[in-house]
């Protein structure tokens, strides 16, 4: 059964400020030694392996944020793991 919450393909721009929102988050618990952003941290992830990605709350920030604020090229990439040899 193929699950339809979650798409074969995204725009890499969000895909890059996720990425720039889990350094920061995972960064800022070092520095400050708080486990508050790793809550959030574990809380998206959570949402994104068992809910799907487009209810993620750090995907909506991406989207609608920083994107637009960053203007990153816009391109289509898969959302499967990449392979690695």
């Known amino acids: ?3 339809t919450t979650i798409p074969e393909r995204v725009k ?4 890059r400020g996720v990425a720039v929102q889990v350094l920061l988050l995972a960064l800022s618990s070092l520095y400050w030694l708080s486990p508050i952003p ?3 941290l574990v809380g998206d992830f959570f949402i994104r392996a068992f809910i799907g990605p487009k209810l ?3 995907a909506a920030l991406s989207r609608w944020i920083m994107a637009p604020l960053f ?3 816009l391109r289509m990439v898969t959302l499967r793991p990449k392979r690695f040899a």
Do not use: H, Q
């Open 71 to 73: 203007r990153f090229k």
């Open 38 to 40: 790793l809550y959030i």
């Open 12 to 15: 890499e721009p969000a895909v």
């Open 1 to 3: 059964m193929k699950n």
């Open 56 to 58: 993620s709350p750090l």
